[in-house]
């Protein structure tokens, strides 16, 4: 599992970022829109755009790439270096649309390279170990969470400029070691060279004719697609819908909700995020081992259970010890949730179709996180900040419906193996 830790900075580096962006990026919009949580919430989804659009198709791109550095590898060495550049600069535009633009071109950048780094945790893991593999690569990604609530604050307090200047550095640092460490022709368990099928050759100049070739294969790109949309994958994708519909509106809004209902100070605010993160982190590997050992549908049903209840108390909440030791609660469900999630969606498949899974199950979450944020914002436009959390429970309520549509064959498999021995 070492390749798997050094794996792990790749997602340190992005949630890092992700941390930075969704704790101060709201309270610099506030300075322009102030009287909109609903606008703030839309231009928070900007990444999201990228993610339900482009990311699909950098993970099936991936899949097809065959370079000296391997399949996902030129797409970290293209996206890091730019999104540090962007992240750097956001905090020093002076207009309103400087700071959208630099905001589009970092969301665009990170796109290049999430989905591709996503998939080398399965190519690199064999089968059985991968849900505790991606425990390890989330409690990596919340260490980045964690470094960005708690150290970012720090530096917010000091210079807005100086947590996205840090990120960007680590960025970089990030992109050296898995560079270093991580050959993926050597490291990968079976490197497939992409070998396109044989194309029917153009024999006349005529438009149509060329058109016709195209759509043929723009179909046959299509199938792939269609054969992973079974049942099980579309309830079990539902319900990735709705839990994260319900995380990424309160992560979005959070830092208004706590200047604004909690009157907490900026720093207080950003700051009770990492209790989230710091359970989480601790809980990350537990969660793998016990979603590989109970099943994944039962351990994300307890999650999901758990969380209801959280979202639901943090609404009577009005102190800050009570609502960080709630975030410290909420962040143990939370992981069980999260780390069990993608490989789910793995084990439901086939293992040539791991980049397309790693698309599709980012059209969930991309989907969740496009259309949260402005929902989210309209709720507290209509009835104020006090109701945040209550649409919050709302999510997690509908998933836990959507998850008894789905069976954990994988879990009922390596128990009758067990019993049978």
């Given amino acids: 599992m070492k390749k798997t830790w050094l794996l792990g900075f790749g997602f340190f580096s992005i949630s890092l970022t992700w941390g930075l962006y969704n704790a101060f990026i709201p309270l610099i919009l506030d300075n322009y829109v102030v009287k909109s949580a609903m606008l703030v919430g839309f231009l928070m ?46 905090p020093l535009s002076t207009s309103f649309s400087l700071l959208i633009l630099f905001m589009v071109l970092m969301n665009l950048s990170m796109s290049l390279y999430r989905s591709p780094t996503v998939s080398l945790m399965p190519d690199i893991t064999v089968p059985s170990k991968r849900t505790q593999a991606n425990g390890i690569i989330n409690l990596m990604g919340g260490i980045g969470s964690i470094f960005a609530f708690t150290v970012g604050s720090k530096l917010y307090d000091q210079h807005i400029a100086l947590p996205f200047l840090t990120s960007s550095v680590l960025t970089l640092m990030s992109l050296v070691i898995l560079m270093m460490f991580i050959r993926e022709r050597r490291d990968a368990l079976e490197y497939i060279t992409y070998t396109p099928q044989k194309q029917e050759t153009v024999t006349h100049e005529r438009v149509w004719g060329r ?44 830092t208004l909700y706590g200047r604004k209902e909690l009157n907490l100070t900026d720093t207080e605010a950003s700051f009770s995020l990492a209790f989230f993160s710091l359970s989480f ?20 049903m307890f999650g999901v259970v758990g969380l209801i209840i959280v979202f639901s108390s943090i609404s009577f909440v009005d102190s800050l010890l009570t609502l960080r030791i709630l975030l410290l609660i909420g ?24 980049g397309t899974r790693t ?5 969930a979450s991309s989907l969740a996180a496009l259309s949260s944020p402005p929902l989210m914002g309209l709720i507290v436009d209509l009835l104020g900040y006090s109701y945040l959390f209550y649409a919050a429970s709302g999510g997690m309520i509908i998933a836990l419906f959507f998850l008894f549509g789905v069976k954990d064959q994988s879990h009922k498999k390596r128990t009758t193996i067990h019993a049978s021995m």
């Fill in 45 to 90: 989804t900007i990444d999201n755009y990228f993610g339900l659009f482009l990311q699909p198709i950098i993970g099936r791109k991936s899949d097809k790439t065959d370079t000296k550095i391997g399949k996902r590898m030129p797409f970290l060495l293209i996206g890091m270096p730019l999104a540090a550049i962007f992240c750097a600069l956001i």
């Fill in 331 to 354: 962040g143990i469900f939370w992981a069980l949730i999260n780390i069990n999630s993608y490989p789910f969606v793995i084990a439901l498949g086939k293992e040539s179709s791991i």
């Fill in 211 to 254: 058109a016709h070739i195209l759509l043929r294969q723009a179909k046959k790109e299509l199938s792939t697609y269609k054969q992973e949309w079974t049942l099980p994958t579309l309830f079990l994708l539902g319900a990735i819908y709705f839990w994260f519909f319900s995380y990424q509106g309160i992560e979005a809004l959070f």
């Fill in 359 to 363: 698309g599709i199950y980012y059209i």
């Fill in 281 to 300: 982190v601790a809980a990350a590997i537990p969660a793998g081992y016990l979603g590989h050992k109970y099943g994944k549908k039962s351990t994300i």
